[in-house]
């Protein structure tokens, strides 16, 4: 499966054709709906037939592996044939909240040293769980440090290193509950020019600037070690 929004995360829709359709959901030889992983919620969207019918996707969801993506239909869904042509279509203003979010966790990470032990990205609102004991963390000051890179307008990009740099660079994974795939060769690394680097299969924007104003809203304490931060769009 060709997975497009890996190359370009602007990229709205596609032309694609069913590769199969089942009790499980529906599967296309090239797609731009990014499945859930990594704390990132599914693409929702539709699939739009020629004939002007149109199926509605409410989820997107990882398959037998990483380069597979099974689209979920609403529920009482005909479903298409394999073979037929589709325009695959994202709700675009959805997944362009949540590479906002995204981007931004990953801002987080580079203000707050510390590892990852969970997280979450939502639509207008994220969070990141740290491993910081016996550590006070200020919500003022993050926030402003959080704006301040935001307005420096870094860009962003992904690029990939092989599976033995990254094994030999253990210090770039800063996720201790998730792990970047391996196995296949290589490893996407998603780079804030010289603020963060880190895999990430994720979608994320192009500059910094995108994200927009955000605030931290709340820091909790999740246990002895789990500090967590949560941010939200400003707006």
Request: charged share 25%; net charge negative; aromatic share 4%.
């Amino acid at each position: 499966m060709e997975l497009v929004f890996r190359d370009d995360a602007y990229c709205k829709s596609c032309e694609a054709t069913v590769v199969s359709a089942d009790d499980q959901g529906i599967r296309l030889d090239r797609t731009v709906f990014y499945p859930t992983g990594g704390g990132q919620p599914g693409d929702t969207g539709a699939l739009r037939l020629a004939d002007g019918g149109t199926i509605r996707i409410v989820d997107a969801r990882k398959g037998a592996d990483h380069e597979d993506v099974v689209h979920i239909p609403e529920p009482g869904a005909a479903l298409p044939a394999p073979g037929t042509k589709v325009t695959a279509e994202i709700d675009w203003d959805r997944r362009h909240r949540h590479m906002r979010i995204h981007s931004c966790l990953h801002l987080l990470c580079a203000v707050i040293t510390g590892d990852v032990t969970g997280g979450q990205i939502g639509d207008t609102k994220g969070r990141l769980d740290f491993n910081l004991p016996d550590t006070s963390l200020d919500k003022e000051e993050i926030t402003a440090n959080l704006n301040r890179l935001i307005a420096e307008d870094h860009p962003v990009a992904a690029r990939w290193i092989s599976d033995e740099e990254l094994a030999g660079n253990s210090q770039l994974v800063r996720t201790m509950s998730v792990k970047p795939p391996s196995g296949a060769g290589q490893v996407r690394l998603l780079e804030i020019a010289g603020v963060d680097l880190q895999p990430c299969g994720g979608t994320h924007v192009a500059r910094t600037g995108e994200i927009g104003p955000v605030i931290v809203t709340k820091i909790e304490n999740k246990g002895r070690q789990n500090r967590r931060v949560n941010i939200a769009f400003a707006d």
